[in-house]
């Protein structure tokens, strides 16, 4: 994770509301578990600050039926199109490919950090 990559610059305009963010409580359980990775190797305080900066610097959406989708390659991946759909979302930004290779879902635009910044120079 890092702390200067195109994801941290996004994370950052978000904090100043530069930007929008929307989460769900299914995704700050998978993000938590995620940050919870050996590989990561950050202290649980550190965690526990930045799932506070989230909660704190974005929008949580309750989740509604009507809007689930399955249509991702991973399933598990399919939360973040259900919420794109209910909120009518311009992009999600991410580095998993299963979403990447969709590059659209109906008119929200999936791209990479860096890609999402390049449209804001």
Do not use: W
């Not at 930045?50 to 598990?76: A, M, T, W, Y």
Request: charged share 30%; with cysteine; aromatic share 12%.
């Amino acid at each position: 994770m890092s702390k200067t990559g195109g994801a941290a610059a996004i994370f950052e305009r978000v904090l100043e509301q530069q930007f929008f963010n929307f989460y769900t409580d299914e995704m700050l359980v998978e993000l938590e578990r995620v940050l919870a990775r050996p590989k990561f190797r950050l202290e649980m305080e550190k965690r526990e600050h930045f799932l506070h900066l989230i909660r704190e610097g974005s929008f949580q959406v309750q989740q509604l039926n009507e809007f689930v989708v399955k249509k991702c390659r991973d399933p598990q991946d399919d939360k973040f199109l259900s919420l794109a759909k209910q909120i009518d979302a311009d992009y999600i930004i991410s580095l998993d490919e299963d979403l990447l290779v969709l590059k659209h879902f109906g008119s929200t635009h999936i791209l990479t950090p860096g890609e999402f910044l390049a449209l804001f120079k």
